[in-house]
């Protein structure tokens, strides 16, 4: 079993930036593929960036050019760097993994997620 715990998420002001953190404990899965999702008050849950064992990316196209997703393997730490913070993107922000072994686009597109964090709530005011 894996444990993903978000932090990082807050209270700030448009055009600020924030650097989430998602923490991994248990059993951790070589190769694992790993996500950001999140969900805006009144609104579905959309995958916002993804991140494959090799470092390959992709972003959602309302994020991109402002969201980065990196991985520490040797702390087991999942970042999201968050730049020019709008009033849009105030939601609860999920990290998310997968159990086995995903490489390139079977990572990059993957939404069957095997584990979720709790979330970690981002608050943007203008």
């Known amino acids: 079993q894996m444990q993903l715990v978000e932090s990082g998420g807050g209270s700030v002001q448009a055009g600020g930036s924030l650097r989430l953190s998602c923490t991994s404990s248990?059993?951790?899965?070589?190769?694992?593929?790993m996500g950001w999702s999140r969900q805006a008050p009144g609104k579905e849950r959309e995958g916002v960036a993804w991140?494959?064992?090799?470092?390959?990316?992709r972003y959602t196209s309302s994020v991109k050019d402002r969201f980065t997703i990196s991985r520490d393997h040797s702390k087991n730490i999942l970042y999201l760097q968050i730049e020019s913070l709008t009033p849009e993107d105030t939601a609860t922000y999920y990290c998310?993994?997968?159990?086995?072994?995903?490489?390139?686009?079977?990572?990059?597109?993957?939404?069957?997620?095997?584990?979720w964090g709790k979330g970690t709530l981002v608050t943007v005011s203008s």
């Open positions: 248990g059993y951790t899965y070589p190769g694992n593929c």
């Open positions: 998310s993994a997968s159990r086995g072994s995903l490489l390139g686009l079977s990572c990059l597109y993957y939404y069957a997620w095997d584990y």
């Open positions: 991140i494959d064992s090799n470092g390959q990316t």
